[in-house]
């Protein structure tokens, strides 16, 4: 994993692990999309309130 805190060399990383998950397990990263996506519809919460509400939690968690 990349020490440094660079934003682009994180999300190439990232993307590198997810393309290796995709390719080998393509059902089960099918599967992860469709509940990300069910998970960011409207409903009791707004796609926006829960997109702020997951900015706070990663900024209490220190999350880079």
Partial sequence: MTDRKD???ITAEV???LARLR???PD???GFSTLAQ???RDGA???KT???IAMA???AARCD
Avoid: M
């Fill in 7 to 9: 934003y682009r060399a």
């Fill in 15 to 17: 993307s590198d692990g």
């Fill in 23 to 25: 390719a080998d397990t």
């Fill in 28 to 30: 089960t990263l099918r």
């Fill in 38 to 40: 069910a998970a960011l």
């Fill in 45 to 47: 919460l707004d796609k």
């Fill in 50 to 52: 829960k997109e702020l």
């Fill in 57 to 59: 939690l990663s900024v």
